[in-house]
């Protein structure tokens, strides 16, 4: 199985309940990780220039790959057996 992640950016917004149940994840997990959030670290535009248009809350980036959304990034974990 692959090694934890080392550096995760989450791009999260307030109130988002994908948001928070990826950091919690990471939380209980141990991994470190850094969050933006939105309004406060980045905008809208930033987000869906970053992302494409239509992209949602939260998204990831794992060790310099966009892992894309909280299901999406558990899937990916999960397929490594890191969960």
């Known amino acids: ?7 995760t950016t989450i791009y999260s917004k307030p109130g988002c309940p994908f948001c928070s149940r990826i950091t919690e994840l ?4 141990g991994w470190p990780y850094k969050e933006y959030v939105l ?11 970053e992302f494409g248009h239509g992209s ?3 998204q990831l ?3 310099g790959t966009n892992r ?4 999406e990034t558990i899937s990916y974990f999960k ?3 890191l969960l």
């Open 1 to 7: 199985s692959m090694a934890a992640p080392r550096i």
């Open 26 to 29: 990471y939380k209980l997990k």
């Open 39 to 49: 309004d406060r670290n980045f905008t809208r535009e930033q987000f869906y220039n």
């Open 56 to 58: 949602t809350f939260p």
């Open 61 to 63: 980036i794992v060790d």
């Open 68 to 71: 894309g959304g909280c299901n």
């Open 79 to 81: 397929s490594q057996q």
